[in-house]
């Protein structure tokens, strides 16, 4: 596609970016910036792109570069707060995060991810304010629901996280990751029926690798061996230490000695490289 | 002064907690400053945060002086950098059981105030002449008292070939061998040097935490054979147990397999499991990955530290329960009969309910003497400023799981917050309720009596080896009361760093008899006893 002037240029960087064609928007962003060089936002979309694509140091260039053209733009404090969240430098991500939200109060990506961050960070108290904050300031999610959700699970407030994970999955009914998240924490407060059900349902909308384990091991504890060997079978198992232990245990069962033991060989390959990792 | 310390269901448990509070059946008082109990756990605080300052709190009750009343010994940390015991801080402690819950400190007439810095105890009568001795771990060397049996003990350490150095957290006894003498098998935990500790937490906050186990190589176990003439062997490379290296934190001794001869479980911190399956030869295999219990089911090998194998569900197999950090969840493997294991931590709801503790000591005991076992754990983070970085508690009470009998655990909460670390348990008064010792790190030991409401009746047996270790440490007792058929195991070894009465205890619900008791003793001995009435402690020797 080729866009004629800047102003098109925008629209159409913009547009790749919501459709998650990343580097499409990045390039037409970088275009942009070509041309009209001093536009904070743009850099500060720019630095967006980079950082879903992984690449954090030009997330963090482009970022403090349109810091210093806007030190009020409230977008690039926030990614500037996401951005320490990936290096789990927690102290100077809330601090970014806190300055987006001392320009803003309501900013809504300035509370999620601050949630989000204290969540990873392991306050979660201070998560679940920043998400009932969200919830406030009137944005209606089922992830969000999900996250607050977990973060109740954590706290051990099984009441809470139940509610939560419920109105999540009544405004997100076929998202497979809230699916999963309150399959998982069904089976893990052990009701394991109820919950099995959610994740198979989740694995059949989207047949992740994490879902594909959780069901596995849920019809393994359910003593339904073949289909849990067969699901795992059929996923793979290339590297995956808790893959193969795993089928060692359904293959013990299933007296399937021979390859009981050739899941004990990888799976104790396995172990040794992960001890030998550099802490 | 006494206070009533159980006081209801964890909160927010909603998918578990049914009954109302007040109702739970178990009940716990602390009776420690009535008792004459003042020990504080010393761990000589520094702000380094060196990695044994997180890690001692070991307990042992058991009858040092034959009188039938349980006692306790405590080991005590020490100063540092030195890692000597400068000062009365630091001693360990032994406290003899005067009767009706008063306790006298005896530790200097007894000679047993330790040396440099202690973990766990394990106590057993290795010379097999009617007196518990005492074996303390430590770091850079460990402690072997022998009990002389007229109120002293005399340190033979060195004599008896166990001066080794090396960073031990506990140990076991157990007749490996069937040989009529305890051997020992200690538990190392990984390569420390205090001129080298790392620094770990938040440098430019000034948070400093205690380190991930991964920042410190592993060691392996030891095992030592009883030589009968007071001295030991570390046979540790021949029998196969120098192989494996780890980071041990718990031991269990079981016969998993049922197959007569003692297996060893070693629970290792956030590296796989062990367990040393006895091969009746002299050697062991470790087995834990074959049997299932090396990683939990999502293959995590997760902080393991206290461990127990017992019968929990009745069903004349060990199952084996281990407790371990905030986050990973106590883990439950029900034992197959199969000679393996399968994990039932989330359906026993033991997952669900452990999530926001850090469980170190435990025990797995009948309470409330309903003919089902239930689990105690004595908690506390390993971290002792938890709060500052995380929503997690640093300080954290007691816990009892009770056993529904159907597969399933209901908590309450036990106590005050502390640090807790070990617990031993024992019948102190005599009066059918197993009592527990918790110790905390900077707290006062907890001394809580059973107080349960329960109308249930028991029996607790005694055993004396006569062909067998005195102890009987290995006999397997099977107790068959109204309609219900239970069995443990004779045993010293408990939970993390303690050692518990090896007195067996089996509550017998609403029956008043013993139908039928079956004694296998390690010697192969099998002994049967009908009609056994209740509510009382039976002696049993080992018949010719």
Request: hydrophobic share 40%.
């Amino acid at each position: 596609m080729v866009a004629s002037g800047p102003g098109d240029l925008l629209d159409s960087a913009s547009a790749a970016y919501r459709s998650n064609r990343l580097a499409e928007a990045k390039m037409l962003y970088q275009q942009y910036l070509d041309r009209v060089a001093d536009r904070a936002d743009v850099h500060a979309s720019l630095a967006a792109c980079d950082l879903s694509l992984g690449d954090l140091q030009a997330a963090l260039e482009q970022t403090q570069l349109a810091l210093r053209m806007d030190a009020r733009l409230v977008k690039a404090h926030v990614l500037l707060g996401r951005i320490y969240t990936n290096t789990q430098q927690w102290r100077l991500a809330q601090e970014s995060f806190d300055r987006a939200l001392a320009l803003n109060s309501s900013d809504r990506d300035g509370l999620y991810f601050s949630g989000l961050a204290f969540h990873e960070e392991g306050q979660l108290q201070k998560a679940v304010e920043r998400f009932l904050k969200v919830l406030a300031a009137g944005s209606v999610e089922g992830r969000l629901y999900n996250h607050l959700a977990n973060a109740y699970a954590l706290l051990g407030r099984s009441q809470d996280a139940d509610a939560a994970f419920q109105r999540a999955i009544q405004l997100a009914p076929d998202d497979p990751e809230i699916l999963l998240a309150y399959g998982q924490y069904l089976i893990e407060m052990g009701r394991g029926n109820d919950g099995s059900k959610l994740v198979r349902r989740s694995f059949s909308l989207r047949p992740s690798p994490e879902s594909r384990f959780v069901l596995a091991r849920t019809l393994y504890q359910q003593a339904q061996y073949a289909e849990a060997a067969a699901l795992l079978e059929a996923g793979g198992t290339e590297s995956d230490c808790r893959v193969s232990n795993l089928l060692v245990k359904i293959y013990r069962e299933q007296g399937l000695r021979q390859k009981a033991q050739a899941q004990i060989e990888k799976l104790t390959a396995c172990l040794v490289v992960g001890s030998n990792a550099t802490p | 002064m006494t206070s009533l310390l159980l006081l209801g269901w964890l909160a927010g448990s909603s998918a578990h907690s049914a009954a109302p509070a007040g109702t739970f059946p178990i009940v716990f008082e602390d009776l420690a400053q009535q008792a004459g109990l003042s020990f504080v756990l010393n761990n000589g605080r520094t702000p380094e945060k060196h990695q044994v300052e997180t890690m001692p709190g070991g307990v042992a009750v058991f009858d040092y002086d034959n009188d039938g009343l349980p006692d306790i010994y405590l080991t005590n940390g020490a100063e540092q950098p030195s890692l000597t015991k400068t000062r009365a801080a630091f001693q360990n402690r032994l406290y003899r059981n005067l009767g009706n819950w008063r306790f006298e400190d005896v530790t200097e007439k007894a000679g047993v105030g330790g040396r440099g810095y202690n973990f766990g105890v394990a106590a057993g009568d290795f010379d097999n002449d009617g007196n518990e001795d005492l074996f303390v771990t430590g770091v850079n060397g460990n402690i072997l008292y022998r009990n002389r049996g007229d109120g002293r003990f005399e340190d033979v350490t060195k004599a008896a070939g166990l001066d080794g150095g090396g960073w031990s957290i506990t140990a076991a006894w157990l007749d490996y061998d069937r040989d009529g003498r305890l051997d020992l098998f200690v538990v190392d935990y990984v390569r420390w040097d205090p001129d080298h500790e790392p620094y770990c937490g938040d440098q430019p906050a000034g948070l400093r935490t205690f380190c991930h186990p991964r920042f410190y190589a592993p060691l392996a176990n030891h095992l030592y054979h009883n030589e009968g003439n007071g001295v030991f062997r570390d046979v540790s490379k021949q029998a196969g147990i120098a192989d494996a290296k780890g980071k041990g934190m718990g031991i269990a001794v079981g016969d998993f397999d049922g197959d007569g001869w003692p297996d060893i479980f070693v629970a290792n911190d956030t590296v796989p499991n062990f367990l040393f399956h006895n091969n009746r030869d002299g050697t062991f295999s470790e087995v834990a990955l074959q049997t299932g219990v090396a990683l939990n089911d999502d293959g995590t090998p997760v902080s393991s530290m206290g461990v127990e194998m017992r019968d929990v569900e009745n069903t004349g197999h060990e199952d084996l329960v281990i407790t371990d950090l905030a986050g990973e969840r106590f883990s439950y493997f029900h034992n197959d009969g199969h000679g393996s294991f399968v994990e039932r931590t989330y359906q026993s709801r033991l997952g669900g309910l452990s999530y926001r503790l850090s469980g170190w000591g435990l025990g797995v005991v009948d309470f409330d003497n309903d003919g089902w076992k239930d689990i105690f754990t004595a908690n506390g983070d390993v971290q002792f400023n938890t709060e500052s970085y995380s929503s997690g508690d640093s300080r954290q009470r007691s816990a009892v799981f009770r056993n529904d009998g159907h597969g399933g655990f209901d908590l309450a909460l036990v106590g005050e917050a502390a640090l807790h670390r070990g617990v031993a348990f024992g019948d102190f008064d005599g009066d059918g309720r197993v009592d527990a010792v918790v110790s905390a790190l900077g707290g006062r030991v907890e001394l809580l009596k059973n107080s349960s409401p329960s109308k249930n009746h028991w029996v607790s047996l005694r055993l004396f080896g006569t062909k067998s270790n005195r102890d009987a440490i290995g006999a397997r007792v099977t107790v068959e009361a109204g309609g219900m058929r239970q069995t443990d195991h004779v045993t010293t070894s408990s939970g993390y760093a303690a050692s518990s009465d090896r007195v067996v205890h089996f509550g017998i619900g609403t029956a008043r008899v013993v139908d039928r008791l079956v004694i296998e003793w390690p010697s192969g001995i099998r002994q049967t006893v009908s009609n056994l009435a209740c509510d009382r402690r039976y002696d049993i020797r080992e018949p010719n």
